[in-house]
């Protein structure tokens, strides 16, 4: 009897490679074996496949059946084969036609009542079987994921035998509707309900603007949370192909993903969270928060208190925009282009330089705070600001003052197609080609540049961020020089580094 061949989809990063299922019978003591790499939860499949058949009304063969993933070194992973080893079983047994299986992919996890459960990741399979023209049958439960595609053609069943009854009437088969369009506008909450804090709302719209980094440093209740948690809403709406691929990172880590897909993602890890968890990694590699952060915002919120291993890993990833997780037989890469929002106070106690709060801490312990983040890290913040707390409490019936979200965000857009007219990209990841090319200003600015380059004993890489900031200054009001002011402003809101 010849071996029946099922199409499926590996969880291996975004890339979602294709596995070939092949199944074969022959004569022999009863039994199945796994081959191709599998880890033991795939290894396990059989036993879950054999129940969910007998509940569907089939049967195991009582022959020696061989299940072989391909390609072979491809580490396979996870219940998302279950579906596609029954199938298989079946057409190599006789019990459907293998004619049924071709052009199309599975994916589900299977109960021993033969009900097809939901499995993580799904998103990045629909999206590489839709480059191929290939209809894939899914669990109903990731039904949504199947909706956000517009050219996808998915199938989603809730059992195996719907699931057989399905592929013998294709003609009948209903495709999960897209549903991208249909999703409410994100909702934000508002920067005008921060009272105050001129001057870092404007340090929040040049980094929306630039796609800069910041820093706040500030005591206890000043607002650096709050602020931070506005960001998101001065960013230019997602695109479509921004918001697929930040979806798909959230797949593949199973994140149910509902209306608010297009929303920006704002991830606020804890300090106590590990490397593995900030960067990514594990014994089967996941995404970690700075991937979940994807065209969103990490916010770091009590920056010293993180290990400094934990945030040396960062250093990497905010120069090249993903994370690259190494195995002895593969590498797998993340994409990680979000914007670092970090939040610290200004000492152990909190109140160093607060005008209404004496400071209980020693210099000592001052300079061990600031100096738990190291000078290499803080190079790669652009932007430094001081929030300070009102100098009259706020009332949260007080009228508020300022632009709004919607202000900030029309002239960040603005801002934004500027530089896309220009290069393509946001003035913070400019490589230096096109720093040289873009950013060179006037006699007067350059001067004051190095001036304070030689004063502050500024590095080359915090030069050219400067001069980055001072583009997006200039961007923002639309001047194509880049002047003395816009320098000016740009060494000012850099501030100064912790001792």
Not at 96 to 117: K, M, N, V
Not at 129 to 143: G, K, M, S, Y
Not at 300 to 315: G, W
Request: proline share 8%.
């Amino acid at each position: 009897m010849n071996p029946s061949t099922v199409h499926t989809r590996a969880m291996h990063g975004v890339d979602a490679p294709r596995v070939v299922v092949e199944v074969g019978i022959t004569n022999g003591l009863p039994g199945a074996t796994v081959v191709g790499l599998p880890q033991k939860e795939v290894r396990e499949s059989i036993s879950r496949v054999r129940h969910a058949l007998r509940s569907a009304g089939y049967r195991m063969p009582p022959r020696s059946v061989t299940v072989n993933l391909a390609p072979v070194e491809l580490p396979k992973s996870g219940g998302r084969y279950d579906l596609a080893i029954a199938l298989g079983i079946l057409a190599a047994d006789g019990q459907i036609d293998p004619s049924t299986l071709s052009g199309a992919e599975f994916l589900g996890e299977l109960a021993l009542t033969g009900a097809i459960r939901p499995v993580p990741g799904v998103l990045p399979s629909l999206m590489a079987a839709a480059r191929l023209d290939q209809t894939v049958f899914l669990p109903q439960a990731n039904a949504g994921e199947a909706a956000l595609l517009r050219d996808g053609r998915a199938c989603a069943v809730g059992n195996l035998k719907e699931l057989v009854a399905q592929l013998y009437e294709p003609e009948k088969l209903e495709f999960v509707a897209y549903k991208g369009e249909g999703v409410d506008t994100p909702a934000y909450a508002d920067l005008r309900d921060v009272a105050g804090m001129a001057q870092a709302k404007r340090a929040l719209e040049i980094a929306a603007a630039g796609g800069h980094n910041l820093l706040m440093s500030g005591p206890p209740g000043a607002g650096k949370s709050m602020l931070a948690k506005r960001f998101a809403g001065l960013l230019p709406p997602m695109s479509d192909e921004q918001a697929l691929s930040t979806a798909s990172l959230h797949s593949l880590k199973g994140v149910a993903l509902d209306g608010n897909w297009r929303k920006r993602p704002f991830r606020a890890p804890h300090h106590t969270c590990s490397g593995v968890a900030l960067v990514g990694g594990g014994a089967q590699p996941a995404p970690g928060e700075i991937s979940l952060a994807h065209n969103g915002v990490l916010f770091l919120d009590e920056l010293p208190q993180y290990r400094r291993d934990v945030l040396e890993a960062l250093r990497e990833p905010l120069e090249t925009r993903n994370v690259a997780i190494s195995r002895a037989r593969y590498t797998i890469t993340f994409p990680a282009r979000f914007q670092l929002l970090a939040a610290m106070n200004p000492c152990p106690c909190g109140f160093a330089g607060d005008p209404q709060r004496q400071c209980r801490c020693t210099p000592e312990a001052v300079r061990r705070y600031q100096g738990r983040i190291s000078g290499p890290f803080m190079d790669r913040i652009d932007l430094r600001v001081d929030v300070c707390r009102p100098a009259q409490p706020v009332l949260a019936d007080a009228p508020r003052d300022g632009p709004s979200s919607a202000q900030v965000r029309t002239r960040v857009i603005e801002a934004r197609k500027i530089q896309r007219v220009r290069s393509t990209q946001c003035n913070a990841e400019l490589e230096d080609a096109e720093l040289r090319a873009h950013c060179r200003p006037q006699q007067a600015a350059r001067a004051l540049l190095e001036d304070a380059a030689r004063q502050l004993a500024l590095s080359p890489r915090a030069c050219n961020r400067i001069l980055k900031v001072a583009r997006t200054i200039a961007d923002l009001e639309a001047s194509e020089p880049m002047a003395e002011r816009h320098i000016a402003e740009a060494l000012a809101l850099r501030g100064r580094a912790p001792a």
